[in-house]
């Protein structure tokens, strides 16, 4: 009996590395041949002594401000929220539907979660080396690449000329000094 748990073991443990490996290249997939959109930004800035620096994300989309709240209160709590983007890439929530089939062409399906007032649509923390937090003041915008089954990575913030913001050309503050006169300008 003692043989037969080692090969479940060992099973087991392939077919969690197996649906990691799958997940990983889920990713690389949506990061390589997912559209770009950008997401307007209402960010938080909260510090954590475990995790180092950090920006918590709220995309002003998922935040339901763009209608009434009374008219979600029977929404399923998972589906899709579809999202109109513009000549720019800028999307504007349009709708909720549990598929992604019926879209425009400049429309796009971006999987939700919801939440008590809000909805999840992933991404919403974004880690940054200590000290250069301050260049991530002028963030407007969220990168996320989307692909055709909803999914979406956020790959950058963005400034509002969508401008990527750079955080390895931008030089670190010492610890304690921010204040007017000792914020650097990121490097050009």
Same mark, same amino acid.
């Not at 349009?94 to 879209?103: E, P, V």
């Not at 956020?154 to 390895?168: H, T």
């Given at each position: 009996?003692?043989?037969?748990?080692?090969?479940?073991?060992?099973?087991?443990?392939?077919?969690?590395?197996?649906?990691?490996?799958?997940?990983?290249?889920?990713?690389?997939?949506?990061?390589?041949?997912?559209?770009?959109?950008?997401?307007?930004?209402?960010?938080?800035?909260?510090?954590?002594?475990?995790?180092?620096?950090?920006?918590?994300?709220?995309?002003?989309?998922?935040?339901?401000?763009?209608?009434?709240?009374?008219?979600?209160? $029977? /929404?399923?709590?998972?589906?899709?929220?579809? %999202?109109? *983007?513009?000549? !720019?890439? #800028?999307?504007?929530?349009?709708?909720?539907?549990?598929?992604?089939?019926?879209?425009?062409?400049?429309?796009?399906?971006?999987?939700?979660?919801?939440?008590?007032?809000?909805?999840?649509?992933?991404?919403?923390?974004?880690?940054?080396?200590?000290?250069?937090?301050?260049?991530?003041?002028?963030?407007?915008?969220?990168?996320?690449?989307?692909?055709?089954?909803?999914?979406?990575?956020?790959?950058?913030?963005?400034?509002? $000329? /969508?401008?990527?913001?750079?955080?390895?050309? %931008?030089? *670190?503050?010492? !610890?304690? #000094?921010?204040?007017?006169?000792?914020?650097?300008?990121?490097?050009?």
């Amino acid at each position: 009996m003692k043989k037969y748990w080692k090969y479940i073991f060992i099973g087991a443990f392939l077919m969690v590395l197996g649906a990691f490996n799958y997940q990983i290249f889920h990713k690389e997939e949506t990061l390589k041949n997912g559209d770009l959109i950008f997401l307007e930004l209402a960010p938080k800035d909260p510090r954590s002594l475990m995790q180092g620096d950090y920006m918590v994300l709220r995309y002003k989309i998922a935040s339901m401000e763009w209608d009434s709240l009374s008219k979600y209160e $029977n /929404l399923p709590s998972r589906g899709f929220l579809v %999202v109109s *983007v513009n000549d !720019k890439k #800028i999307g504007e929530g349009k709708r909720f539907q549990q598929s992604t089939y019926g879209l425009k062409p400049n429309e796009y399906a971006l999987k939700y979660f919801k939440k008590e007032f809000s909805f999840n649509i992933g991404a919403e923390s974004y880690f940054f080396q200590e000290g250069k937090g301050y260049a991530l003041d002028s963030a407007r915008y969220g990168g996320l690449r989307v692909d055709k089954q909803g999914n979406s990575l956020l790959i950058g913030l963005y400034d509002r $000329n /969508l401008k990527l913001i750079d955080l390895e050309k %931008v030089k *670190v503050l010492e !610890k304690n #000094i921010r204040t007017n006169e000792s914020v650097e300008e990121p490097i050009q």
